[in-house]
């Protein structure tokens, strides 16, 4: 069903922005998550590079695969409902995925700030991927 959403509910809806923060290594781009709160804030580290943040009480996220970060994507974006059952990031993904990890919303709701560290080695988790699924 198709809802009309009134200008009063748009306007309460929590906003966010998202940020790609870029530079050569070593200039201090994952240090910045010592700048966020780390009682609200969840690094998910792809590098097993989360020296920045050694001694900072900060959740982490540790996905090694490809599948473990689209599992991720789908758990805290949710399905796209216009996809087949098939598809990543149908429906069907999705309840298999909170049926592993629960609900979503619940556990995310504690986090402001989602801090990924890299964007680089996600790409290449990917390409991985592809290079071993020629579909």
């Not at 556990?107 to 680089?120: L, N």
């Not at 996600?122 to 290079?131: D, E």
Request: proline share 6%; with cysteine; aromatic share 8%.
């Amino acid at each position: 069903m198709l809802n009309i959403i009134t200008a009063e509910q748009r306007l309460n809806e929590k906003k966010g922005h998202k940020l790609v923060v870029c530079g050569p290594s070593g200039v201090g781009k994952t240090s910045l998550a010592r700048t966020l709160d780390p009682s609200k804030t969840l690094f998910m580290d792809l590098e097993a590079g989360d020296a920045a943040i050694e001694g900072v009480a900060i959740d982490v996220i540790r996905p090694r695969t490809w599948q473990e970060c689209r599992d991720f994507a789908v758990f805290l974006g949710g399905p796209n409902p216009a996809l087949t059952p098939d598809q990543p990031y149908s429906v069907v993904e999705y309840e298999k995925v909170t049926q592993m990890y629960g609900d979503a919303i619940a556990m995310m709701q504690k986090y402001d700030s989602i801090f990924v560290d890299s964007i680089t080695v996600a790409g290449r988790l990917c390409f991985q991927y592809c290079y071993g699924h020629p579909d």
